[in-house]
């Protein structure tokens, strides 16, 4: 009896052999874990900076907007009829008068048109937004032409 | 394992059991209480973010040039955190020295003591830049002098906040404030264009949630700016017009004056004057300058008896239908009875053989009374109509009215109405309406619809508003003969209405003002309406003076007006004289 004990004992793992058959897997799983972690913390932190990074776009935009506004009604206070009467009498006109005017023939003078400040609906061209064929195509025939392209450029450049 | 130390490893498997269940017991317990469950919701929302309301741009408004008359600028909301104050007194002391707020209110507000439901207290809005940099530069001061220091004895402005929003501004201030309208603090539009386009200028707000969590910032929403619109308006026109109707109220002591320029090819407004006016920056102000019974734009919201211009359409009415010719003879006598009224000539005289020439060029009551009673009721008032008396003239401006004009089957029109109204009286227009109306005569009998917005301006494209015929009244051959008519007989008169170097057509008005007594008062309403060049017409201009106190009458206060703006007419739009336009079109 004794003997097939120590037979038993002789053949059988050492201890640590069988904690590291257990540990070495979780340790793996541990790392891989780690790893997604990392990566996922990586990713989310990128996506908060993005976030944040449009937020801070978005406040820019509206303060830009909001002095663009400014501007423009700053730029109409400038240009105001009274505005532009007195500077003019600054530098020495006066209104003219009906009998002071000459007129002449000017060859291709076009007269003063009204403001056209932006293009007007039957001018403007819309094209329907076009999809790249990368959103389109299925995987395989995508790679095959890829595979193409890198294997025989001069192929593809002819087509 | 040692057993006597089991019970321990019992306990903590107890605990650890335990915590679980009391934590699953609290959320099925918070899930199924209404009242936790608000006060939860509540929480997530305020950690989860803010709502805010997007308001987009108010449109702009420009003249046909495209010069801006109405624009956006910054200004401020000046309030307070109120979870930051340190030191209210500082704050309602700044508040009142700065910008004028009283004290005690100011102290109020900043004195609340903040709470998870009141973080922040709007104190004051619309406040300009100047005086936020005002503001923003004490705050530093005190921040740099005292610190973050607090209690009671220490200045600070500490909770002190400034949130930038658009208002409207007016570059322009007074001029063609009347055309304009305004924009209270609500962003409500009141009369003019802002009235009438207010809800496409304004715009369409959005609400969203913007959220704490930048992993779950989103885009915000396209929120497009208000509509914008070109007007007809052209700026030194109306800027010239105004400084006209300013003058004429002075100078012959007017109660107002009003004139309306128009292109009557097209319909297009191209000044709209009147009296009085204000700055519509301080728009507050419009109860004192428009007290009760004092129409914001007289052109539009004031019908009034025209008087004799108003004969331009019952000879056009008579010379269409073919009941009189230029030529037509008739023997006035200084009295006609129609529907048992009897009617007399503005000078109560006969003045014997006359032709529709005649009539027109004299402005004759009792002829024209005649020319009404030949054309017979039914055609009269048919035309009238056709000229749109009575409705409407469409002009996009707040607070039109379409004056009276009673037609047989009313129960107030008499037979008697057919003679009066044939030279203005008993039937009521506004300046725009009988620009329209005369409009007919200046362009070939098309009356052209009046209008003052030029195009309108969306999402980055411009799209015009083309000129509409409101109806074609007449025959071209009636407006021109009828043109000719009213020239000549200014020619003949040697009218003040006359502009040297510019043949133009036109016809004097002078109203009585009706009581509740009859034509009892000496007040009168003088008007003039002309159009020229007569050959090719480009300007049409109604003159309207309310109770000038110099001359009652039209031909000597309304007609000389009328002169002075065609002089300046013609050189702000480019028209050369008669005679050079022919050499130039020659060559």
Not at chain 1, 123 to 139: D, F, G, K, M
Not at chain 2, 296 to 302: A, E, I, L
Not at chain 2, 392 to 414: H, I, T
Not at chain 2, 556 to 583: C, G, H, K, S, T
């Amino acid at each position: 009896m004794e003997r097939i004990e120590s037979l038993t004992h002789a053949y059988s793992q050492a201890p640590w052999r069988k904690q590291m058959q257990y540990l070495v897997p979780f340790l793996l799983v541990l790392v891989f874990a780690a790893l997604l972690a990392g990566l996922y913390l990586r990713v989310n932190a990128e996506a908060s900076t993005v976030g944040s990074e449009i937020q801070d776009m978005q406040f820019d935009i509206a303060r830009l907007q909001r002095e663009n506004a400014g501007l423009q009604s700053y730029l109409g206070e400038l240009l105001s009829a009274d505005q532009m009467q007195r500077r003019a009498r600054e530098l020495g006109f006066e209104p003219i008068q009906m009998d002071q005017a000459i007129y002449i023939l000017a060859p291709g003078y076009v007269e003063r048109q009204p403001a056209v400040l932006a293009p007007s609906y039957q001018r403007a061209v819309i094209s329907a937004p076009v999809r790249p064929a990368e959103y389109t195509e299925p995987l395989f025939p995508w790679l095959r032409r890829h595979i193409m392209k890198i294997l025989f450029p001069a192929l593809e450049s002819r087509q | 394992m040692n057993r006597n130390n089991l019970w321990r490893y019992y306990i903590l498997g107890g605990l650890l059991t335990l915590i679980p269940l009391v934590i699953a017991y609290q959320l099925v317990h918070i899930q199924l209480d209404e009242k936790n469950k608000v006060i939860f919701e509540d929480w997530h929302k305020g950690y989860t973010g803010q709502e805010e309301i997007l308001e987009p741009a108010r449109g702009l408004i420009m003249d046909r040039n495209g010069d801006i008359l109405a624009a956006n600028k910054v200004v401020y909301e000046v309030g307070v955190n109120l979870a930051q104050v340190e030191n209210p007194h500082t704050i309602a002391l700044t508040m009142n020295v700065v910008l004028g707020m009283d004290y005690t209110h100011a102290l109020g507000i900043a004195s609340v003591v903040g709470s998870e439901d009141k973080v922040y207290s709007p104190l004051i809005d619309f406040v300009s830049e100047e005086k936020i940099t005002q503001l923003q530069v004490l705050v530093e001061q005190m921040t740099a002098e005292y610190g973050n220091g607090r209690g009671e004895d220490v200045p600070s402005l500490s909770g002190l906040t400034f949130r930038p929003h658009l208002a409207r501004t007016y570059p322009e201030k007074s001029l063609a404030s009347t055309v304009l309208g305004f924009v209270n603090q609500q962003g409500l539009g009141f009369y003019g264009v802002e009235e009438y386009y207010n809800t496409l200028l304004a715009g369409t707000s959005k609400k969203v949630l913007v959220y704490n969590d930048p992993n779950q910032a989103q885009e915000l929403p396209d929120v497009p700016d208000g509509v914008s619109l070109v007007l007809t308006i052209d700026r030194s026109i109306q800027a010239s017009m105004e400084e006209l109707v300013d003058w004429a109220t002075d100078e012959y002591g007017a109660e107002s004056a009003t004139i309306v320029v128009m292109d009557p090819q097209t319909g297009e407004i191209l000044a709209l004057a009147t009296t009085p006016r204000m700055d519509l920056n301080e728009y507050w102000r419009s109860e004192e300058i428009f007290p009760d019974g004092v129409p914001f734009d007289r052109g539009v919201s004031q019908a009034y008896e025209p008087g004799s211009v108003f004969k331009v359409l019952t000879m056009l009415a008579a010379l269409d239908s073919g009941v009189v010719t230029p030529e037509t003879e008739f023997m006035d006598r200084g009295v006609i009875e129609v529907g048992g009224a009897i009617i007399y000539n503005w000078n109560r005289g006969g003045w014997g053989p006359q032709t529709m020439l005649g009539c027109m060029q004299h402005s004759l009551n009792v002829c024209l009374a005649w020319v009404a009673t030949q054309l017979g009721a039914k055609d009269f008032y048919s035309y009238l109509e056709a000229f749109g008396i009575g409705r409407l003239s469409g002009v996009e401006l707040a607070s039109e009215v379409e004056g009276r004009l009673k037609v047989p089957g009313d129960a107030d029109w008499y037979d008697a109405d057919l003679g009066v109204n044939a030279f203005g009286q008993g039937v009521s227009a506004t300046p725009i309406q009988m620009a329209a109306a005369v409009s007919a005569a200046a362009n070939n009998g098309r009356m052209m619809q009046p209008h003052i917005v030029k195009s309108i301006i969306n999402k980055g494209f411009q799209q015009d508003i083309e000129p509409r015929v409101a109806g074609i009244v007449v025959k071209p051959e009636t407006a021109q003969a009828l043109t000719d008519m009213l020239a000549v007989s200014l020619e003949t008169e040697s009218s003040d209405a006359l502009v040297e170097g510019y043949r133009v057509a036109g016809k004097t008005g002078t109203a009585e003002i009706p009581t509740p007594l009859g034509y009892t008062s000496n007040d009168t309403n003088a008007s003039f309406v002309g159009w020229g060049p007569v050959d090719d017409p480009k300007f049409l201009v109604y003159v309207w003076l309310e109770k000038p106190s110099a001359s009652p009458w039209g031909s000597v206060v309304a007609a000389p007006v009328f002169r002075e703006a065609v002089e300046q007419l013609v050189v702000l739009m480019n028209i050369p004289p008669d005679n050079i336009r022919r050499q130039l079109y020659g060559q």
